[in-house]
């Protein structure tokens, strides 16, 4: 199955009053590594689009701004009309936070419609 990783530093927005990530950024680099693997794999998105049917994060080590971390995300399953992705946020080599979501293939009006046979290939 197909893979990314993507590497960032945790921005100071990424963070709440704690000074600690915000439990909302993980889901966001998440996304971008999704995107960056999508572009990566050329997978044709057509007029479908991708939102999210389930969320899921286990936070394991706090983050601050500013430190360095690693997000791999991995295609775990490929559904009739879905794909779950599971990442992982490594820091310094430890694992910080662990997590999972499924997006469901949609066309414009909003209904689940069988993953393209295009999009399958590049994803498996």
Known sequence: MAE???????????????GRI????????????????RRELAVPLGSGSLPRRHVEADYLRALS???EIELHLR???LGHTSITFAWKVLSGGERCVEGR??????????????LPDAARRLLA
Not at 22 to 37: K, S, V, Y
């Open 4 to 18: 990314h990783v993507y590497r960032t530093r945790v921005a100071w927005s990424d963070t709440d009053a704690s």
């Open 22 to 37: 915000h439990f909302t950024a993980p889901f966001r680099w998440a996304e971008n590594a999704e995107h960056e693997l």
């Open 65 to 67: 701004a500013g430190d």
């Open 75 to 77: 295609v775990e399953a």
């Open 101 to 114: 979501h499924v997006a469901v293939w949609i066309d414009p009006s909003g209904a689940p419609q069988p």
